[in-house]
């Protein structure tokens, strides 16, 4: 049985600050009652998840990988995924309940886990997959909140045998909606040269106000040729 009263509570990495999420649950919970299976039911009003999902997964190789989708809201990236690949495996993991449950009766198969914050997450995969996840500041405090999405993405990293990918919007726009979470992309780099890994890649091409970092876990300089292994 899940307890409410934590379900709807983030704490913080470092400070172990209380941050709800009860509006951020709301909000999804909302979009998926008006709008159903579909992008704009994860709040992707405008679709165009498979620009994302590609600059996300262009760098996988081979077929015996797994991968975690964090955030995963209805597993729109697995459908992706299997058209290119036949044997890896996917979990998903996210906080809103009710799209856990649509993943469980789409995919009998795959794990699927509800979580109440990044912690939850202890299981060593290949890849992890962040799509549009921190995306929504759920926090009256932005510099807490991308405290919050930091600490995430070096708990997640830890638990990455090959590499972690994020997206997030620009802060390079003309409008910013007042939960929206803009990032700068320097700083976000800079914060992930220093705290995950050196070898990365910072992908602004594929549309105008979202970018991805792909961060490999193999950072290892191969001499004398100063080149790094193939992963
Ligand atoms: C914009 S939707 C994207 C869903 C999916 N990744 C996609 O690209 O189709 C963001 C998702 O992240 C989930 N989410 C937001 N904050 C989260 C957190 N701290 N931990 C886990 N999931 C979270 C939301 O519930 C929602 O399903």
């Known amino acids: 049985m899940v307890n409410l009263s934590r ?35 994860v709040l992707w009003p405008r679709g165009r998840q498979s620009l994302r999902f590609d600059a996300l997964t262009r760098h996988f190789s081979g077929n ?31 906080l809103v309940p009710e799209f856990v449950e649509v993943v469980k009766g789409k995919y009998p198969d795959v794990g699927v886990q509800l979580v109440q914050t990044y912690e939850d997450i202890k299981k060593s995969v290949d890849h992890v997959v962040i799509s549009g996840t921190f995306n929504m500041i ?25 590499s972690l990918s994020v997206n997030f919007m620009t802060d390079r726009v003309d409008f910013m909606q007042n939960q929206a979470l803009h990032v700068n992309v320097s700083e976000m ?22 970018f991805t970092v792909v961060v490999f876990k193999d950072n290892e300089i191969v001499r004398p040729d100063n080149i790094y292994r193939q992963s």
């Open 7 to 41: 379900r709807n509570l983030l704490m913080t990495d470092n400070k172990k600050k209380s941050v709800s999420v009860s509006s951020l649950v709301r909000q999804y919970r909302n979009a998926f009652m008006a709008n159903g299976d579909s992008p704009a039911g």
């Open 64 to 94: 015996d990988f797994s991968v975690l989708d964090y955030g995963c809201g209805l597993a729109h990236l697995k459908p992706y995924l299997d058209q290119r690949f036949d044997r890896y495996k996917y979990y998903g993991a996210d």
């Open 138 to 162: 759920d926090s009256s405090d932005r510099a807490e909140y991308l405290e919050h999405v930091q600490a995430a993405l070096v708990h997640l990293f830890s638990l990455v045998r090959v």
């Open 189 to 210: 780099a800079d914060f992930i040269r220093n705290h995950l890994s050196t070898r990365l890649m910072v992908d602004e091409s594929y549309m105008p106000y979202e």
